[in-house]
T-cell receptor
Framework: GDSVTQMEGPVTLSEEAFLTINCTYT??????LFWYVQYPGEGLQLLLK?????DKGSNKGFEATYRKETTSFHLEKGSVQVSDSAVYFC?????????????FGGGTRVLVKP | DTGVSQDPRHKITKRGQNVTFRCDPI?????LYWYRQTLGQGPEFLTY????????KSRLLSDRFSAERPKGSFSTLEIQRTEQGDSAMYLC????????????FGPGTRLTVT
């Protein structure tokens, strides 16, 4: 079945540091890929998405590129802020095979210190 | 606020009791999903509805779990004879049918079984 693997946290960074969170996936069909973010005390929010190979999703300074050849969708941000402290989830959905349900990775907690 | 709402936000119950959660999706969203998230893990798919039809159920959804979506609007998730292993955050998400793949999540219902 489909699966998502992402680097374990916690990841602790200083403000303005570069952030990378690795994510790789296994899927039998043609998945769309997502990054969701969960801020403390809040619900899951979509951060960015990419629906086909080589697409780049971007939002709030975060970027991720859909790499079919390496089955990866790594999240990056060039200069993090304290407000980026959250748990980040990589996810995929396969519209054709699985009714658009989401398969999530285990999440990566990011803590940005001033 | 026209987002996905869930009620209650917190539920504490004793083992063996029945509990019911409610989810109100975004108006006119045809698809509604239930996920379960245990501490430190990513959400796991439980079931989803297209309008009032329940189209898929995960193997995680034992016979003690039942979900309904009468009239294709709000949905309920009932757990009978709760067990300590049912303690988790239960998340609801909705999405319109069609090309949009984004799922909009509610704040979740945290269940604690003592």
């Amino acid at each position: 079945g489909d699966s998502v693997t992402q680097m374990e946290g916690p990841v602790t960074l200083s403000e303005e540091a570069f952030l990378t969170i690795n994510c790789t996936y296994t899927a039998t069909g043609y998945p769309s890929l997502f990054w969701y973010v969960q801020y403390p005390g809040e619900g899951l929010q979509l951060l960015l998405k990419a629906t086909k190979a080589d697409d780049k999703g971007s939002n709030k300074g975060f970027e991720a590129t859909y790499r079919k050849e390496t089955t990866s969708f790594h999240l990056e941000k060039g200069s993090v802020q304290v407000s980026d402290s959250a748990v980040y989830f990589c996810a995929l959905s396969d519209m054709i095979a699985a009714g658009n349900k989401l398969t999530f990775g285990g999440g990566t907690r990011v803590l940005v210190k001033p | 606020d026209t987002g996905v709402s869930q009620d209650p936000r917190h539920k504490i119950t004793k083992r063996g009791q029945n509990v019911t959660f409610r989810c109100d999706p975004i108006s006119e969203h045809n698809r509604l999903y239930w996920y379960r998230q245990t501490l430190g893990q990513g959400p796991e798919f439980l079931t989803y509805f297209q309008n009032e039809a329940q189209l898929e159920k995960s193997r995680l959804l034992s016979d003690r779990f039942s979900a309904e979506r009468p009239k294709g609007s709000f949905s309920t998730l009932e757990i009978q004879r709760t067990e300590q292993g049912d303690s988790a955050m239960y998340l609801c998400a909705s999405t319109p049918t069609g090309a949009s793949y984004e799922q909009y999540f509610g704040p979740g219902t945290r269940l604690t079984v003592t």
